[in-house]
């Protein structure tokens, strides 16, 4: 005698008396929320059909047993993330099923919703769930311990299935229409992927029906590799690289960078934020000073900028080199390939900030057990998804400009150690190359000689998939920086365009932007990209921040150099600003001042 297959059913109930349900053994229990507590009852009876019509189609198995448990509200079929996680709970602890299915899920993840899963896969059970009808990414279905359902109008048929590698969606299913019990009407004709994930379920069942062996903790990955073996079509997905930390084993690592300039400005001014207890600056001779004093701008730190030939070797764990591609055409030779035979010679690590000689000596650093790495990010970081994109629980604060050189670097260090001053857990994507010495979650990198190799579509979702990992460490604020400037002055150019800065606004979709502006910024050119931003995403600039820095006259602003505005001028700017865009504006690096901006993000939050 086939043993009974005994399905676990999330959903909107069922209608019993239902014709297609003839001969079906179902229990069941409704799930609630009332006055902010879940409550388990005993009312699956179902008033909307979506639940029925899933029924209907596991009934079309032999010997299996389902138990519903209805979480939906009447006429809503919207999933709750609390009475969900209750409902699986209740599962794990008093329901003996081989399946759980669910056509539902939601858009933000839950380490509870994750938790409680993982918990019931080891267990042994299979969990089935739909992605969301409107394109978006969806839990529990991107879950790693979950079959994941989508669409896909290339499946005709019922069992037509397509298998995704490596990725949160598992399985592709039937995109067409189906006819479908229902309350009231008694059938209908209808379409989505909750209906197309009944038909893998389905499957599911069917196997384990085929199978004698128990496959215990191991039974996801055996239906898996069974939905694979019988797919119309195979995506292949490269495994996920892991992600290389720089500075690992924390605050231990001595570091020398070069060559000095404003570029690692920062890794004096902010050096209490490094990962690093010491670092040494060096400069290359006959571009750059040989030796120099150094100090941040608060005067807290001070360094002595050495010539590189005085590197200390035997005491540095990582050598990092900024762009020197320019300065070893203008010496005639190569300063980076001298220093890479050095570090391979001295056995120590190099993190260059872009790709010069990477290719060379890559797999030389390897051979010997070191690591020559960049902050390197193309189309293969990521897994084929569909193109689904995360909807984030952790708010998004955004530092866009409105050129180049104004500090928004600077800027998003600056909220950096103030927020986490005031006991705020930050996350943080950087667009620097120097942001992973800062220990920041990620470092996407489109500025200067940029080592990011991507279409516009892929970097939307990099943008997007890193700040979903952050958003998965429950931290209470993520940071994100933007490059140059972000609407177009002219149009003779495609770099003249800000494509990638649009793709970044996009893609990190923030709940509030400060914006940095220069003295000499047009007025309607400000307009234009305040108007901009908040027109592409739903956000608010809260807030402009002004830099110090401004051209000086005459014919010197063709070199390119900037001078320290008079106070008279940024004064009157500021106030200008206030008047014109009725936006608070604070002087970028007055320490008072961030103080004021940093509550005025709380109050924008609040």
């Not at 002595?304 to 070893?328: A, M, P, R, T």
């Not at 400037?485 to 970044?504: A, M």
């Not at 600039?541 to 106070?567: F, N």
Request: charged letters at 25%; hydrophobic letters at 40%; aromatic letters at 8%.
């Amino acid at each position: 005698m086939k043993r009974k297959i005994k399905v676990a059913v999330i959903d909107s109930g069922v209608d019993e008396k239902h014709p297609s349900l003839n001969g079906i053994n179902i229990t069941g229990n409704d799930i609630y929320s009332k006055s902010g507590i879940v409550t388990i009852g005993n009312d699956f009876r179902d008033q909307i059909g979506h639940g029925t019509a899933i029924c209907s189609i596991l009934a079309k198995c032999d010997n299996v047993e389902i138990t519903m448990f209805k979480i939906y509200e009447e006429n809503n079929l919207i999933a709750d993330t609390e009475c969900l996680t209750y409902a699986l709970n209740h599962i794990k602890d008093n329901c003996n099923c081989d399946v759980i299915h669910l056509s539902l899920g939601v858009r933000e993840y839950s380490s509870e919703l994750d938790q409680v899963c993982t918990e019931l896969a080891k267990m042994g059970k299979i969990i089935v769930s739909a992605f969301d009808n409107d394109m978006a990414m969806s839990f529990p279905a991107a879950l790693d311990c979950v079959i994941g359902v989508d669409i896909h109008n290339e499946c005709r048929r019922t069992d037509d299935f397509m298998f995704v590698e490596n990725s949160p969606v598992n399985v592709l299913a039937k995109g067409g229409s189906h006819r479908l019990a229902w309350v009231n009407p008694s059938y209908i004709i209808n379409q989505g992927s909750s209906f197309s994930c009944a038909y893998v379920t389905k499957f599911v069942i069917e196997e384990l029906l085929r199978s004698s062996e128990k496959k215990n903790s191991n039974n996801t990955a055996f239906i898996l590799q069974a939905i694979k073996n019988k797919s119309i079509r195979i995506y292949r997905n490269l495994e996920t690289k892991p992600k290389y930390n720089l500075l690992t084993g924390g605050k231990n690592k001595k570091i020398a960078v070069l060559p000095w300039n404003k570029e690692v400005h920062s890794l004096l001014n902010f050096q209490d934020l490094t990962l690093s207890t010491h670092i040494d600056f060096y400069s290359i001779g006959a571009v750059t000073p040989t030796k120099a004093k150094a100090n941040s701008f608060d005067e807290k730190f001070e360094a002595e900028v050495k010539s590189y030939k005085n590197i200390n070797w035997e005491d540095i764990d990582l050598l990092v080199i900024g762009h020197v591609e320019e300065i070893d055409i203008a010496l005639g030779k190569s300063v980076k390939r001298e220093l890479l035979n050095m570090a391979i010679k001295k056995r120590v690590n190099v993190y260059s900030f872009d790709a010069y000689l990477y290719e060379e000596f890559f797999m030389k650093f390897k051979d010997v057990g070191l690591d020559f790495t960049i902050p390197q990010k193309s189309s293969s970081d990521l897994v084929n998804k569909s193109q689904k994109l995360y909807a984030l629980e952790t708010p998004v604060l955004g530092v866009f400009g409105t050129s180049v050189e104004q500090g928004k670097f600077t800027l998003q260090l600056i909220l950096r150690k103030k927020f986490s001053a005031l006991g705020y857990n930050i996350g943080q994507i950087g667009t620097e190359p120097t942001a992973p010495l800062f220990g920041m979650d990620d470092c996407i990198p489109f500025g200067y000689s940029s080592t990011t190799k991507m279409d516009s579509s892929s970097f939307v979702e990099m943008v997007n998939a890193s700040l979903f990992e952050i958003d998965k460490k429950n931290v209470d604020l993520v940071i994100v920086g933007c490059q140059s400037g972000t609407v177009p002055r002219v149009y003779n150019h495609i770099e003249q365009l800000h494509l990638s800065q649009l793709h970044f606004l996009l893609g990190s979709n923030p709940d509030i932007v400060v914006l940095c502006v220069n003295l000499f910024d047009d007025l309607d050119y400000i307009r234009r990209t305040i108007g901009t931003i908040e027109c592409l995403v739903e956000t608010k600039v809260v807030a402009l921040a002004l830099s110090k820095l401004t051209h000086p006259p005459g014919w010197q602003i063709m070199r390119g150099k900037k001078i320290v505005a008079e106070d008279k001028h940024l004064q009157e700017f500021s106030e200008t600003l206030v008047k014109t865009f009725k936006i608070n504006t604070f002087l970028l690096g007055e320490d008072s001042e961030m103080d004021l901006l940093i509550d005025a993000c709380i109050s924008s939050f609040s």
